[in-house]
């Protein structure tokens, strides 16, 4: 599974971006501007993470780079979740929902759920998952990128 973020508006309320799933637009994203990924290639793996917060772990698309090797569990690594706003995301983590405003993203819970689903799925069929960020502009993004014109 091949899943590209490309970063469209970069402003002090949040980085936006679209996400693309074998390069059919999915969701909008939504990240911190002060902390987040360099643009590059990761992997996705779905891993136990720690919440300091409840003091529980759960499962999470976890995001590590494409040649570190896969934890058995993580505390301080960036996540894929459900969430409105950036200013409380650490690590480079990325929340996805349907883009609202620059800042807000709305029906995240909904979006990271079918998300989810569509990850169980690709890993239950021994699909590798990586993911691709790109930092564009509102309208820069490659119709190469794009399955209908592939």
Request: net charge positive; glycine share 10%; charged share 20%.
């Amino acid at each position: 599974m091949n899943i590209s973020i490309f970063r469209r508006r970069f402003t002090k309320w949040g980085w936006d971006g679209s996400l693309f799933i074998n390069g059919i637009f999915f969701c909008g994203t939504l990240e911190n501007c002060r902390s987040r990924l360099a643009q590059g290639t990761y992997k996705i793996a779905l891993l136990p993470v720690y919440n300091q917060g409840k003091g529980s772990y759960s499962i999470m698309p976890v995001i590590l780079k494409e040649t570190s090797r896969i934890p058995k569990s993580v505390i301080r690594k960036p996540v894929i979740m459900p969430g409105n706003g950036p200013y409380t995301l650490k690590y480079g983590s990325i929340i996805i929902g349907k883009s609202q405003i620059t800042g807000l993203v709305a029906h995240s819970e909904q979006c990271y759920m079918f998300f989810r689903n569509k990850i169980d799925e690709a890993l239950e069929n021994g699909e590798e998952i990586s993911l691709v960020i790109r930092n564009w502009g509102v309208e820069d993004i490659p119709l190469k990128y794009l399955s209908l014109f592939q």
